[in-house]
């Protein structure tokens, strides 16, 4: 991808981040922290602003499924491109267990959408378009008082599912830490 096609895409991505830091002031009930390593030697970090829907989706005796809402903004770097810019939105089910009055464990998955700023992460390693599906699969904690801290870790592939070949893809490993301000 040559420079000049990749500044819209940068600029439409510091847009998206702008939008996103004003509206997460009002929708996030809580902002995180995201590190992690992928394929093709790419190491990420990001911001996590993240809201959850205020009743279960289902509720059991001892388990009750929610629904989270994510938006992300992450950093990449990958040896062969190096400043990509990550930019998504995740609808993430999670299957919740109360452990007590302040803790409890989750397991979570969702399949989410992407916009990244390069799609050539290396010679063997081309994603093809800008727009890519990100499918999650984790395991969390959380504790405290109205659950305030939440940390876990989440398995996570990223791939346009086909709509334009090469459709190399890219999996990434990554721990998170959140806050809960609300």
């Given at each position: 991808?040559?420079?000049?096609?990749?500044?819209?895409?940068?600029?439409?991505?510091?847009?998206?981040?702008?939008?996103?830091?004003?509206?997460?002031?009002?929708?996030?009930?809580?902002?995180?922290?995201?590190?992690?390593?992928?394929?093709?030697?790419?190491?990420?970090?990001?911001?996590?602003?993240?809201?959850?829907?205020?009743?279960?989706?289902?509720q059991g005796e001892k388990w009750h499924l929610?629904?989270?809402?994510?938006?992300?903004?992450?950093?990449?770097?990958?040896?062969?491109?190096?400043?990509?810019?990550?930019?998504?939105?995740?609808?993430?089910?999670?299957?919740?267990?109360?452990?007590?009055?302040?803790e409890r464990l989750f397991t979570e998955g969702?399949?989410?959408?992407?916009?990244?700023s390069n799609t050539r992460m290396s010679s063997?390693?081309?994603?093809?378009?800008?727009?890519?599906?990100?499918?999650?699969?984790?395991?969390?904690?959380?504790?405290?008082?109205?659950?305030?801290?939440?940390?876990?870790?989440?398995?996570?592939?990223?791939?346009?599912?086909?709509?334009?070949?090469?459709?190399?893809?890219?999996?990434?490993?990554?721990?998170?830490?959140?806050?809960?301000?609300?």
């Amino acid at each position: 991808m040559s420079l000049a096609a990749v500044r819209p895409i940068r600029s439409s991505l510091l847009t998206a981040a702008l939008l996103f830091a004003g509206a997460g002031q009002a929708l996030a009930d809580d902002w995180g922290m995201v590190v992690g390593a992928g394929d093709e030697s790419a190491k990420k970090v990001g911001i996590i602003a993240g809201w959850d829907r205020e009743r279960p989706l289902w509720q059991g005796e001892k388990w009750h499924l929610g629904l989270r809402h994510e938006v992300e903004l992450g950093f990449w770097d990958v040896p062969h491109a190096s400043d990509t810019v990550e930019f998504g939105y995740s609808p993430i089910l999670r299957l919740i267990r109360p452990l007590g009055q302040h803790e409890r464990l989750f397991t979570e998955g969702s399949v989410g959408v992407r916009l990244l700023s390069n799609t050539r992460m290396s010679s063997d390693t081309n994603l093809s378009t800008a727009f890519q599906f990100s499918d999650m699969l984790g395991v969390g904690y959380q504790w405290g008082p109205k659950q305030r801290h939440t940390v876990g870790t989440r398995y996570v592939h990223l791939s346009n599912a086909g709509i334009k070949k090469p459709n190399d893809g890219m999996n990434f490993g990554l721990m998170y830490y959140q806050y809960k301000f609300r």
